[in-house]
């Protein structure tokens, strides 16, 4: 029940044939909402179980796809990097990486990349999980630790994807939206062999 009724806010979002207003949509997104935070609690409960994956799969895209939604959406979180608008830049980063992670098939290596970009943008909630790395210490990204993760990430798919990874001189740690700004930058990057 509540997997269709996301699906449901999620189509009629996106819906272009209803000509309703951004802020039209987003009222009825936030009511979608409140009707699921309505539902009893033993109700949600029955929905939730362990899973392997936390999207469905994604149609096979291309890297070109990504490249330009980096991009086009890029551009506007690295104007609101440099003009002090860090939620709005945070919301554009999470965007990308989850638009990519709902509606794409991802190679590998990207959705590694975006899955960890979801993580560092949302290291409170993802504690409360129970992870415990701090990859953001005092709202600066700790260099070593994300190092070490984006090694791990590079050497998982070295025998599918050799040389498919980002180029940490193109990294920047001055905070988070900044570092997975460049983490995307870099990302847009990677030169996927062509099947």
Known sequence: KVMDMLEKTQAAYYNQRDNKSTQEKNAAMLKSFQEILELDDAEIKTEIYDTTSTFGLGSPTGHKVIHDMIENVGNGAKYNIDNNYPR????????????????????????????????????????????????????????????????????????????????????????????????????????????
Request: aromatic residues 16%.
């Open 88 to 195: 709005i830049a945070q919301a554009q980063l999470e965007y990308i990486a989850g638009y990519g992670l709902f509606f794409y098939g991802l190679q590998h290596p990207t959705r590694r990349y975006f899955e960890f970009a979801i993580q560092l943008l949302n290291q409170d909630y993802y504690e409360e999980l129970g992870f415990s790395r701090k990859y953001i210490d005092g709202g600066k990204p700790n260099k070593k630790l994300i190092q070490a993760k984006l090694n791990e990430i590079s050497n998982e798919n070295k025998d599918q994807y050799p040389g498919v990874q980002v180029n940490p001189s193109g990294l920047n740690y001055a905070d988070a939206n900044q570092f997975v700004y460049s983490l995307m930058k870099e990302v847009q990057k990677l030169n996927y062999p062509q099947n």
